[in-house]
C-alpha cells in the first residue's frame, strides 16, 4: 500500500514555504535600490544582498541541530516571528546603515525558517515517497524564487517601497497562524550531540552551491541585464522559469523515486547550462522567454533531487542538520554569484557575466560523475 503523503501538515508546510519564499525574496532585487535612493553606494547595495546569507549561513548549523532537538514546529514559530519583527521595523529604517543592521537580523530569521520548514518536510515525507515529497517542496522554493522578482517588480513600479514590506508582513503573519495549527511528530529523544553538518549532506551542500552561483547573478542582476539590452520585460525571464519549475514536478520526483538521481540530475545540469548560454546570446524578450525555459526546467530538476538526496544520506534523527547543512550550500552560492559575477560584469558585460557563470555547472558535472562513476546509487543507498 502506498504510504500517504498529503497530509494537512504536509500541505501546511508548502504552503508555508511558497509564502515565506515569496516573501522574503521580493527584497532581494528591490532592497539594493533603496538603499541607492538613500544615497548609499554599490557596494552598500551588495551588501544588502550578500549579509544575510552569511548570517544565514551561521544560523543555519545551529538551527539544524535545534531542530533534531526541540522539533520543528517551535522553530518556524521562533523563525517568523524573528522575520516579522525585522520586516516592520523596515518601515522607520530610513538610514542605510539600519537597512544593512536590519538584514543581519534578516538573516537570522531566514536561516531558521528555511531549515526548520524543510526538517518538517523531511520528517513528514514517507521514506519511499522521499523524491516525490520533497520534490514538491522544492517546487515551492524554486517558483517562491520565480515568482519573487515579478511580484517585487509591479509592486514597486505600481505602488512603492513600503507598500512591498506591507504585502511581506501580511505573507509572514499568515505563515505564522498556520504554522500554529501544525501537528508534527513527537520529538525524540536526541542522543548524539550537537553537531554543525552532516557528513551525508555535505556532497550534495557543495554541489547545491556550485548550481546556486549563476542562480545568485541571474536573481541579482537580471533588472541590470535588461536595461542594458533594452528590455523592459525583463520579467519574463522568471514568468518562463515559474512555469518550468511547474513542468519539472510532473515528473522529476517521481524519476527520482523509480530511478535514482543520476537520470534527474544529470539532464538537469545540462538543461540549465543551455539556459545560460542562451540567455548570454540573448537580444529581446523571445529569446529571453527561450533560455528561461531551459534553465527553469534544469532548476526545477536539480535543486529538489539535490535535497532529497542530503535527506536520504542523513540518519533519521540528524534530519534538521541535513537539511541545516543543504541549504547552506544554496546560501553560499547564492553570495558568491551575486559578488563573484559582479567582477566579471564591471569589467566586461552581463552577457559574458552569464556566460562564464556556466563553468560553475561544469565543475559540477565533473565531480558528480567522479563521485558517482561506479555506483547507481539509488535514493537511500
Not at 508548502?14 to 521580493?26: A, D, H
Not at 526545477?300 to 542538520?321: E, F, N, T, Y
Request: glycine letters at 10%.
Amino acid at each position: 500500500m502506498k504510504a500517504e503523503l498529503w497530509t494537512k501538515d504536509y500541505v501546511i508546510l508548502l504552503v508555508s514555504s511558497l509564502f515565506l519564499y515569496i516573501g522574503f525574496q521580493i527584497f532581494m532585487p528591490t532592497l539594493p535600490a533603496q538603499i541607492i535612493k538613500l544615497g548609499g553606494t554599490e557596494t552598500q547595495a551588495s551588501l544588502a544582498v550578500g549579509l544575510f546569507s552569511l548570517v544565514a549561513l551561521f544560523m543555519r548549523v545551529i538551527a539544524g541541530g535545534l531542530n533534531d532537538r526541540f522539533g520543528a514546529k517551535i522553530m518556524i514559530l521562533v523563525g517568523f516571528f524573528v522575520l516579522i519583527a525585522v520586516t516592520v521595523n523596515f518601515y522607520w529604517s530610513t538610514f542605510v546603515s539600519a537597512l544593512l543592521v536590519l538584514r543581519l537580523f534578516h538573516g537570522v530569521g531566514w536561516g531558521i525558517t528555511t531549515t526548520s520548514i524543510a526538517t518538517g518536510v523531511s520528517t513528514l515525507v514517507p521514506p519511499n515517497r522521499t523524491g516525490e515529497g520533497i520534490g514538491f517542496y522544492g517546487l515551492t522554493t524554486a517558483l517562491g524564487m520565480s515568482l519573487a522578482p515579478i511580484i517585487a517588480i509591479i509592486l514597486m513600479n505600481q505602488f512603492s517601497f513600503d507598500f512591498l514590506i506591507g504585502f511581506s508582513i501580511i505573507l509572514m503573519v499568515l505563515v505564522f497562524l498556520l504554522a500554529t495549527q501544525l501537528k508534527m511528530p513527537k520529538q525524540g529523544a536526541v542522543k548524539h550531540k550537537m553537531q554543525l553538518f552532516d557528513k551525508g549532506a555535505l556532497l550534495p551542500a557543495v554541489l547545491c552551491m556550485l548550481m546556486a552561483f549563476p542562480l545568485g547573478g541571474i536573481q541579482t542582476f537580471m533588472m541590470i541585464y535588461g536595461l542594458e539590452l533594452h528590455v523592459r520585460m525583463v520579467w519574463i525571464f522568471f514568468v518562463g522559469q515559474a512555469i518550468m519549475v511547474l513542468v519539472s514536478r510532473t515528473f522529476a520526483g517521481r524519476l527520482y523515486d523509480l530511478k535514482g538521481h543520476r537520470v534527474v540530475i544529470i539532464p538537469g545540469i545540462l538543461l540549465m547550462s543551455v539556459g545560460l548560454w542562451w540567455l548570454s546570446l540573448t537580444t529581446g524578450v523571445w529569446s529571453l522567454l527561450g533560455s528561461s525555459l531551459f534553465f527553469g526546467l534544469g532548476y526545477g530538476m536539480v535543486q529538489p533531487s539535490l535535497q532529497a538526496l542530503a535527506v536520504d544520506r542523513a540518519a533519521p534523527d540528524k534530519k534538521g542538520i541535513a537539511n541545516g547543512t543543504f541549504l547552506s550550500g544554496m546560501d553560499v552560492g547564492m553570495a558568491l554569484g551575486s559578488f563573484g559575477l559582479s567582477f566579471i560584469a564591471a569589467h566586461y558585460n552581463y552577457a559574458l557575466m552569464y556566460r562564464w557563470s556556466i563553468v560553475t555547472l561544469l565543475i559540477f558535472l565533473v565531480i558528480y560523475l567522479v563521485v558517482f562513476r561506479t555506483k547507481r546509487l539509488l535514493p537511500g543507498k
